[in-house]
T-cell receptor
Framework: GAVVSQHPSWVICKSGTSVKIECRSL??????MFWYRQFPKQSLMLMAT?????????EQGVEKDKFLINHASLTLSTLTVTSAHPEDSSFYIC??????????????FGPGTRLTVL | GQQVMQIPQYQHVQEGEDFTTYCNSS?????IQWYKQRPGGHPVFLIQ?????EVKKQKRLTFQFGEAKKNSSLHITATQTTDVGTYFC???????????FGTGTRLTIIP
């Protein structure tokens, strides 16, 4: 199956700093990537849809100025958490979708990035 | 808004027992997908159901999509320790590719 990588896998930062997370589709091109956040023992919450060459579409309640998304190429999307605070500590997961021969699509998830803000 | 609810939240079973998790959407779905997330891992795609009343099997796993395309279930027969993890359904609504994840069911196995 398709492979999606994320870097870094974990990061610890001080409050007020910015953190950039990269999401790459390694063996396929993804016009659409998705960014999720998952708090411990909770479900995945979609933050935004990242489209190559255009602005990201953010879900209701997600601050676009705080969570900057850039989809620079068909294989790379980045999420920057600006001025991070302890409440931003979470597991951030990206995914990239590919079409299924049966119709519809399948999302391949990256391994996730665990962010801890001190 | 569009919501996907999943029950139960937790399930502890003896190894060899069966397990079922149920998913329900507030509105009709285009299709529904199921994912498994192992502890500390990321979600892994299991299957997609598209047709009303569809039933698909993968070895000991049976997936069903309701006639109204609002609910779905995953049934595991004779659970094994390798089945441990959280099972999420994820609904897709007409007109977009977004996944709306259910709340998940965490399965633990008692050896």
């Amino acid at each position: 199956g398709a492979v999606v990588s994320q870097h870094p896998s974990w990061v610890i930062c001080k409050s007020g700093t910015s953190v950039k997370i990269e999401c790459r589709s390694l063996d396929f091109q993804a016009t659409t990537m998705f960014w999720y956040r998952q708090f411990p023992k909770q479900s995945l919450m979609l933050m935004a849809t990242s489209n190559e060459g255009s602005k990201a579409t953010y879900e209701q309640g997600v601050e676009k100025d705080k969570f900057l998304i850039n989809h620079a190429s068909l294989t790379l999307s980045t999420l920057t958490v600006t001025s991070a605070h302890p409440e931003d500590s979470s597991f951030y997961i990206c995914s990239a979708s590919t079409s299924l021969t049966s119709g519809g699509f399948e999302q391949f998830f990256g391994p996730g990035t665990r962010l801890t803000v001190l | 808004g569009q919501q996907v609810m999943q029950i139960p939240q937790y399930q502890h079973v003896q190894e060899g027992e069966d397990f079922t998790t149920y998913c329900n959407s507030s509105t009709t779905l285009s299709n529904i997908q199921w994912y498994k997330q192992r502890p500390g891992g990321h979600p892994v795609f299991l299957i997609q159901l598209v047709k009303s009343g569809e039933v698909k099997k993968q070895k000991r796993l049976t997936f069903q999509f309701g006639e109204a395309k609002k609910n779905s279930s995953l049934h595991i027969t004779a659970t094994q320790t390798t089945d441990v993890g959280t099972y999420f359904c994820a609904g897709v609504y007409f007109g977009n590719e977004k996944l709306t994840f259910g709340t998940g069911t965490r399965l633990t196995i008692i050896p």
